[in-house]
């Protein structure tokens, strides 16, 4: 059966494909009440939007539908520091997040399409993080033990967990991204050395743990997306510390980027095609949104509104299937608001 259901999407989504890249369309929201920024992470095919609000004084969660219905929620017990997490969201319409409690400790949660929230942690954590969840619903995150030392997990759809380390001779796992688990259950993020160098990494479904650095990385590598073929995407840092985008394909091979005139580029994430949406900021300091096609090819938008000063812009975070990206902006007053752009 689930064969049959990823034969039936695949071919909804060639037909999709085949239509090409169109004229763009940028939407742009706010979820009410949102006195701190709307923040949306993840788009699935059909246009559905997830994310975290924050009004004054904590964050919540936010669904948007197709249609622009939006809808809020916040996990039972949610306060602390930061409140309700939404990250990622499956193709089923689960959404996994994290939350903060009363006593600002972190816990995941998953959030099913009819509105019903689990939450979980790590056994024995002390916090537990969410970033992904997959198709077939394995979730991806981190937890901190006793010790306060960070551990990357895999949590089965039927809830057992599996822990892993980065090589050995490293320590502190980072977290992944809202894209970092593919259908397959492999996974991609970074973790520190212990000379606080960053290292991009593959988990592939066995279990077998690969760093990730091209060629040109003399300093930092960040690993923040795969998709189903085994594409990797992420940025790097060279010798003078300038940021730039590479594709790492199945078979380990390079390719780098950069967006033309851009000071730093930074991709976000790809999908199920290869095209890949991410920030660049330019030499004032502002950021910009780019989409790179499976050609290559680079095309780059800023939403309405964006400010024009440095630290501000557009920013996508995520890229469905079909090719409708989402993501924030910041105004000219500093206020962050939700886009949604369609090819």
């Not at 997490?85 to 193709?91: F, K, N, Q, R």
């Not at 520190?192 to 650095?213: E, P």
């Not at 780019?290 to 995520?318: K, L, N, S």
């Amino acid at each position: 059966m689930k064969q049959l259901l990823f034969m039936c999407i695949t071919s909804v989504l060639l037909l999709v494909a085949q239509c090409g890249l169109q004229a763009q369309t940028i939407t742009t929201f706010d979820v009410p009440g949102d006195v701190n920024g709307t923040y949306p992470y993840m788009i699935i095919p059909d246009g559905t939007i997830t994310g975290p609000y924050c009004d004054a004084t904590l964050c919540h969660g936010f669904l948007r539908s197709p249609r622009g219905v939006i809808t809020t929620f916040d996990v039972q017990g949610a306060g602390g520091s930061e409140g309700t997490i939404p990250v990622s969201m499956s193709l089923a319409g689960t959404i996994a997040g994290y939350y903060t409690d009363q006593s600002d400790v972190y816990h995941a949660f998953l959030r099913d399409h009819r509105g019903f929230i689990t939450t979980f942690d790590f056994p024995r954590s002390t916090s537990t993080i969410a970033y992904d969840i997959n198709l077939e619903g394995t979730v991806a995150g981190f937890y901190v033990d006793k010790n306060g030392v960070r551990h990357g997990y895999m949590r089965s759809p039927d809830g057992r967990f599996t822990s892993f380390d980065p090589p050995s001779g490293t320590f502190e796992p980072i977290q992944c991204a809202a894209t970092c688990l593919n259908p397959e259950g492999s996974l991609v993020g970074m973790y520190m050395d212990g000379n606080g160098l960053y290292h991009g990494f593959l988990r592939n479904r066995a279990g077998r743990i690969t760093s990730i650095d091209p060629p040109q990385a003399v300093n930092d590598t960040y690993a923040v997306s795969i998709n189903a073929a085994g594409t990797i995407i992420g940025w790097y840092f060279d010798a003078v510390s300038v940021e730039h985008g590479y594709v790492r394909k199945s078979d380990g091979t390079f390719i780098t980027f950069d967006v033309p005139g851009a000071a730093g580029t930074e991709p976000g994430t790809i999908n199920f095609w290869g095209a890949t949406v991410g920030d660049y900021f330019d030499p004032s300091g502002v950021y910009h949104g780019f989409q790179r096609q499976p050609d290559g090819t680079i095309i780059t938008f800023d939403a309405p509104g964006a400010g024009i000063d440095p630290g501000e812009g557009t920013w996508p975070y995520c890229i469905s299937a079909l090719g409708a990206s989402t993501g924030y902006y910041a105004d000219g007053d500093g206020n962050y608001h939700g886009f949604v752009r369609k090819p």
